[in-house]
């Protein structure tokens, strides 16, 4: 557990001065300090996470600084290739810090596994004999699942009836697994394929599908958090607010409003070593649950005029588990966090996804997007034109102050400055 998530001046530090200090915050070791230097996967370990393995792809790792959240200090490690949204999600953390940091919550860790059974010729007949079956069928799904062991395993279930499809009558038996501290995804679809006989056998049909639903509202977690009038200004709050009610009646802007809490969520999810396809698919199918996609947040003045903003969606992650427990680097992102429980973690992911999104409304909202994005972008385009060492900060300064950031531009500097 860090004692502080102030960092100032971190970003002035050289790469070999933050290792030091966050070694010294997080209590790490040398050799994990190697391994964040060397990116922490050997090609021979990578060959047995996945297959066809013919390399191994590196991201940044950034620390996001300035996170309060329920009272107690946060490190967020982020692992992501876009510049800026570490630097957002900080100064955003800063701001929302000042008023006391985020609160947060998370539901318990339960997940859905579905076990489609097709072909059904009775829908109510098949219904009431699954209910009257309860006890046997929450049983023989917990009967092979390492979740019981760790107090988990299936806590009830509910059914879904579809009378008319285009393949005819079919029922979805939805399993209610609490998967502790894990994300859950192999677990649910033992349990799913675990009872599908005996779903065949009570309604006279055919299992087809047999796993976990993305879709986890049962598993929600929420942030809030305020920010100072004054450290805003009336005109940018309103603007916020505009911005705000957009996305919630124009799914155009709801995609890319929702996208900017995902560049949050997801950076700490690819982290830890977590699905970060499964946060996205739960995270965009829960904010069309309606049927009308729309922002996931929301945001409004309170009774002092300081703007108040809240965040709830599934986040399906765990801190045991898959590849949570075999990357190096997603121990030891874990190890910086300090998370202890998974319900935890999905609050401190709502939390970052909501400081997220404030950064990028900030930003917005007052001197746009560009502004302090193209800064950081500079960069990118100074290495992509070649340029290496001290030369990439002084082609994109250059390009910056030109207000000029193309890639033709950056290969003239690139061969003017290496005279």
Not at 386 to 402: C, H, N, P, Q, T
Request: hydrophobic fraction near 45%.
């Amino acid at each position: 557990m860090c004692a502080s998530s102030r960092l100032e001046g971190f970003y002035r530090l050289s790469l070999a001065e933050r290792q030091s200090d966050i070694r010294e915050r997080c209590d790490l070791t040398e050799d994990e300090i190697a391994a964040l230097a060397s990116g922490g996967l050997s090609p021979d370990l990578a060959n047995r996470l996945i297959e066809n393995v013919i390399g191994v792809h590196g991201l940044p790792l950034g620390i996001a600084a300035n996170f309060l959240i329920n009272g107690r200090d946060y490190l967020i490690p982020m692992v992501i290739e876009e510049p800026s949204v570490v630097a957002a999600a900080s100064h955003a953390a800063k701001l929302v810090r000042d008023t006391g940091g985020f609160t947060a919550s998370a539901d318990a860790p339960i997940m859905i596994g579905q076990v489609q059974v097709v072909g059904i010729r009775d829908v109510n007949a098949a219904r009431q004999k699954i209910l009257a079956a309860r006890d046997e069928i929450i049983a023989l799904a917990n009967s092979k699942s390492p979740l019981v062991e760790f107090g988990g395993g299936v806590r009830d279930f509910e059914i879904r009836a579809f009378p008319e499809t285009r393949v005819g009558a079919m029922i979805v038996l939805h399993l209610l697994v609490d998967v502790r501290d894990a994300m859950g995804a192999n677990s649910v679809n033992t349990s799913c394929e675990t009872v599908a006989p005996l779903l065949e056998q009570l309604t006279g049909g055919r299992v087809v599908l047999r796993i976990l639903s993305n879709l986890a509202d049962k598993r929600l977690a929420r942030a809030s958090g305020r920010v100072q009038r004054d450290a805003l200004g009336d005109q940018v709050i309103r603007n916020i607010i505009a911005a705000q009610a957009l996305a919630e009646v124009d799914p155009y802007r709801a995609a890319t409003h929702n996208k900017g809490i995902m560049n949050g969520i997801d950076a700490v999810v690819v982290a830890t070593g977590n699905d970060w396809r499964g946060a996205e698919a739960g995270a965009h199918s829960f904010a069309a649950r309606d049927g009308h996609y729309r922002a996931l947040t929301q945001w409004d003045r309170d009774t002092n005029g300081d703007l108040v903003g809240s965040l709830e969606l599934p986040i399906p992650a765990g801190i045991l588990g898959g590849t949570v427990n075999a990357h190096p680097l997603a121990q030891i992102a874990l190890k910086i966090l300090g998370v202890k429980t998974a319900p935890e973690f999905a609050g401190v992911l709502a939390a970052v996804g909501l400081a997220q999104n404030l950064g990028a409304l900030r930003a917005l909202a007052s001197e746009g997007i560009q502004k302090g994005h193209m800064v950081l972008h500079a960069r990118q385009i100074a290495i992509a034109a070649g340029a290496s060492g001290d030369l990439i900060d002084r082609v994109a300064d250059k390009m910056v102050e030109e207000k000029n950031v193309r890639i033709t531009r950056a290969q003239e500097l690139v061969k003017e400055m290496s005279r």
